[in-house]
Nanobody, 120 residues
Framework: QVQLVESGGGLVQAGGSLRLSCAASGSIFSINDMGWYRQAPGKQRELVAAITSGGSTNYADSVKGRFTISRDNAKNTVYLQMNSLKPEDTAVYYC??????????????WGKGTLVTVSS
């Protein structure tokens, strides 16, 4: 089994910063892409940022220049540094990862989410 556990969410004022972490554990052989998604109340889950095993990144237009995704492959951990936060960034943030276990092929796993609230 594979588990993803997010941490680092909380309440912050507009203009502030937070750093989210997501650690993968379990029967992991390798991890391919990792990413952060978010879901605001009444809205669909959307991609925030993603990073490949080689370090290539892509971001949603709404967070470009403010958020930075990174990963530590040795620790099976992905991070999301969020700066210049806005009230519209308020959401539950989920990480996901494409993981290969002892079985062939990659499966996508999700964390349970961490709440980020940005006050105006």
């Amino acid at each position: 089994q594979v588990q993803l556990v997010e941490s680092g969410g909380g309440l912050v004022q507009a203009g502030g910063s937070l750093r989210l972490s997501c650690a993968a554990s379990g029967s992991i052989f390798s991890i391919n892409d990792m990413g952060w998604y978010r879901q605001a109340p009444g809205k669909q889950r959307e991609l925030v940022a993603a990073i490949t095993s080689g370090g290539s990144t892509n971001y949603a237009d709404s967070v470009k220049g403010r958020f930075t995704i990174s990963r530590d492959n040795a620790k099976n951990t992905v991070y999301l540094q969020m700066n210049s936060l806005k009230p519209e960034d308020t959401a539950v943030y989920y990480c996901n990862a494409a993981v290969r276990t002892v079985l062939p092929g990659f499966m996508t796993y999700w964390g349970k989410g961490t709440l980020v609230t940005v006050s105006s």
